[in-house]
């Protein structure tokens, strides 16, 4: 079992990048410059989303600014868990602690797996008293709003795991997979979203059955993809 450890040190230090080696100047820069990019492709997501929604028309565009709302209100949770495991795990890889390192990462994710699940239940569960905070008037923005709160907010623990894992893998000196990962996942989501058929308008039903949503496949594909 103690070999078993060694070799596992051994390899982990072999495959994590050393930040305290060589040119700062270059040191930085490798590091900074796969983050950089993955931010602009994370924005690049959302001029996608935005794009296909527009198509729906700008009932569709209203709602989603209002769901958008407590998406962003929930990255405080997801920043805790990616801040409060990624800090001390890369300080405690740099003194060379691995099992400690790994405890960080441990609690992170099962920090990430309570408030992901936790806030999705809070969305589902309080879909129409979060709606009706902003006093909306058209039915067919409600409507769109309580269905896009209720994928990206109910599935917001897929998104929670993605930041912490990009927040973990920085960690270990890594930002070229996750820039890997964000990279294949823009043209996947631009790709299902223009397979994927036309969504039926709210419109035609939101007098009928108000509280059940409608989802379609270009709806969890450009909300969960994000």
């Given at each position: 079992?103690?070999?078993k450890l060694?070799?596992?040190?051994?390899?982990w230090?072999?495959?994590?990048?050393n930040l305290?080696?060589?040119?700062?100047f270059?040191?930085?820069?490798?590091?900074?410059l796969p983050?950089?990019?993955s931010?602009?492709?994370g924005t690049a997501?959302?001029?996608t989303?935005?794009a296909?929604?527009?198509?729906?028309g700008s009932s569709?565009?209203a709602?989603?600014?209002?769901?958008?709302?407590?998406?962003w209100?929930?990255?405080g949770l997801?920043?805790?868990?990616?801040?409060?495991?990624?800090v001390?795990?890369?300080?405690e890889?740099g003194?060379?602690?691995?099992?400690?390192?790994?405890k960080?990462?441990v609690?992170?994710?099962?920090?990430t797996?309570?408030?992901?699940?936790?806030?999705?239940?809070?969305?589902?569960?309080f879909?129409?008293?979060?709606?009706?905070?902003?006093?909306?008037?058209s039915p067919e923005?409600?409507?769109?709003?309580k269905?896009y709160?209720?994928?990206s907010?109910?599935?917001?623990?897929?998104?929670?795991?993605?930041?912490v894992?990009?927040?973990?893998?920085?960690a270990?000196?890594?930002?070229k997979?996750?820039?890997?990962?964000?990279?294949i996942?823009?043209?996947?989501?631009?790709?299902?979203d223009n397979?994927?058929?036309p969504r039926?308008s709210?419109s035609s039903?939101?007098?009928?059955?108000?509280?059940?949503?409608?989802?379609s496949?270009?709806?969890?594909a450009?909300f969960t993809?994000?």
């Amino acid at each position: 079992m103690v070999s078993k450890l060694q070799n596992l040190k051994k390899y982990w230090y072999q495959t994590m990048k050393n930040l305290t080696e060589g040119s700062i100047f270059k040191v930085l820069t490798r590091l900074a410059l796969p983050i950089m990019a993955s931010s602009f492709l994370g924005t690049a997501y959302s001029i996608t989303d935005m794009a296909w929604i527009g198509k729906l028309g700008s009932s569709a565009v209203a709602g989603i600014g209002v769901g958008g709302m407590y998406v962003w209100l929930s990255n405080g949770l997801c920043n805790l868990a990616r801040m409060g495991g990624q800090v001390p795990m890369a300080q405690e890889l740099g003194k060379g602690n691995l099992s400690e390192a790994r405890k960080y990462a441990v609690g992170a994710l099962w920090m990430t797996l309570f408030f992901g699940v936790s806030f999705g239940a809070i969305s589902l569960l309080f879909t129409d008293t979060m709606v009706s905070f902003f006093n909306l008037e058209s039915p067919e923005t409600i409507t769109y709003a309580k269905e896009y709160l209720q994928i990206s907010c109910g599935l917001i623990l897929f998104s929670y795991i993605g930041t912490v894992l990009t927040g973990l893998y920085t960690a270990q000196g890594d930002s070229k997979t996750p820039l890997a990962a964000n990279f294949i996942g823009l043209p996947v989501t631009s790709l299902t979203d223009n397979a994927a058929p036309p969504r039926v308008s709210p419109s035609s039903f939101v007098n009928i059955t108000p509280s059940i949503p409608m989802f379609s496949l270009n709806d969890v594909a450009t909300f969960t993809a994000s």
